[in-house]
């Protein structure tokens, strides 16, 4: 994306570039943290919503959380945001959201899809809610958000 110059692309047509990224705790954590960082020394401020997700442990590290490591203090800058994706039950919310996932399905999807009980269909609606509130708080959207050079 870089590369090819789409950030300028959209910039000139007066839209925000805002990209996803997740670092998650576990084993995975130096391998998302380093793409985390390469990322963030592409990108231009408040540009990433990061994804912290637990689902493999705590993203923490020497005792540190995520927003105290330093490649988050060196490019906090960037961050447009963060959404906690915690460690969810095993044996209920979280068996359902791997079903989802393995499924491909989105939460839109889940209504209509079969093979979920009431009760998992019920679980990931509060999975959604949850994440989708935590969205919302960022205010990605807004007008006063936009660069406007």
């Not at 915690?86 to 393995?102: C, K, N, Q, V, Y």
């Not at 509060?126 to 990605?140: D, N, P, V």
């Given at each position: 994306?870089?590369?090819s ?7 000139g ?23 985390f960082k390469?990322?963030a ?7 990433i ?7 493999f ?9 995520s ?36 499924r491909?399905?989105?939460f ?11 009760m998992s ?29």
């Amino acid at each position: 994306m870089v590369e090819s110059g789409v950030p300028a692309v959209l910039r000139g047509a007066n839209r925000r570039l805002i990209i996803h990224t997740v670092v998650a705790g576990g084993q995975a954590l130096g391998d998302t943290l380093a793409g985390f960082k390469s990322l963030a020394e592409s990108c231009e401020p408040r540009s990433i919503v990061v994804w912290v997700n637990e689902y493999f442990g705590p993203v923490e590290k020497d005792g540190k959380t995520s927003s105290q490591m330093t490649a988050f203090l060196e490019h906090h800058d960037k961050v447009a945001g963060t959404v906690l994706i915690p460690r969810f039950s095993p044996d209920t919310f979280g068996r359902d959201l791997e079903d989802m996932i393995a499924r491909k399905l989105t939460f839109g999807e889940i209504a209509w899809a079969t093979g979920f009980t009431l009760m998992s269909k019920q679980r990931l609606r509060m999975i959604e809610r949850e994440l989708f509130e935590q969205l919302a708080t960022l205010k990605l959207l807004e007008a006063s958000t936009l660069n406007a050079d």
